[in-house]
C-alpha cells in the first residue's frame, strides 16, 4: 500500500504561502483544480469518491492517524469513469457522510506535493504530501516535512488533525 507524510494547517497568510510555493515549486508550475470529495461510512479508516471538472473520478482509501503534526498515511485510489454511478451504490451500501468542495493548487516540491486549499465552508489551508519511496521511513518522511513547514511559514499552533470533513461536521455542516 503506498505511504506518505501529511500535515494540514490552517493558513493564516495565504499569499505569503502561495508566494512560498511558488519558490519552492517554481514560478508559474502550479496546477489550479477543484474537487468535490464526498465521504462514506466505514468501519475503519477513510472512504471518499473525488470528483473533478473532467467528469471522471477517484475512489480513495485511506489510514491515518487523528493528530496535529506530521503523521503516516497508508492508501489506495483506483480511477473511474462513472463517478455517479459509484456513488449511488456507494450510498446505498454504506451511507454519506458528508462532502468536502475545495479549489486546490497544487506545486510539486521535490518529493512532496504542496496543496493550498480553499475549502467551502471552512477558508484556507495547507497540506504536505511527502510520497515516500520504499525505503523511506516515516522519521525521513516527517523531516522532509518540517523542513517545508518552516520554509511555507507554518507554525505548529497552525496545525490541524483529521479530515477538513470533520472540521465541517464539528461546525454542523455536512457539506451535502
Known amino acids: 500500500m503506498p ?11 495565504p499569499e505569503a504561502a502561495r508566494g512560498a510555493a511558488e519558490r519552492l515549486g517554481g514560478p508559474g508550475r502550479a496546477r489550479g483544480m477543484w474537487q468535490a470529495d464526498t465521504f462514506f461510512r466505514v468501519p475503519r479508516g477513510r472512504l471518499k469518491l473525488r470528483r473533478g471538472p473532467d467528469g471522471r473520478g477517484e475512489l480513495i482509501f485511506y489510514e491515518r492517524p487523528d493528530a496535529a503534526g506530521p503523521k503516516l498515511s497508508r492508501f489506495t485510489i483506483t480511477p473511474t469513469d462513472d463517478p455517479d454511478g459509484l456513488e449511488v451504490v456507494l450510498a446505498q451500501a454504506l451511507g454519506v457522510l458528508g462532502v ?7 506545486y510539486l516540491v521535490g518529493q512532496t506535493r504542496v496543496h493550498l486549499d480553499s475549502v467551502e465552508g471552512l477558508g484556507d489551508f495547507l497540506e504536505l504530501e511527502v510520497v ?8 525521513d518522511g516527517e523531516r522532509v516535512a518540517r523542513q517545508l513547514m518552516k520554509e511555507l511559514g507554518i507554525r505548529e499552533e497552525d496545525l490541524i488533525s483529521g479530515a477538513y470533513l470533520d472540521l465541517l461536521l464539528a461546525k454542523g455542516e455536512s457539506g451535502s
Request: net charge positive; glycine share 0%.
Open 3 to 13: 505511504r506518505n507524510v501529511e500535515v494540514k494547517a490552517r493558513l493564516r497568510a
Open 100 to 106: 468536502v468542495r475545495k479549489e486546490r493548487l497544487l
Open 132 to 139: 515516500l519511496t520504499e525505503e523511506q521511513t516515516m522519521e
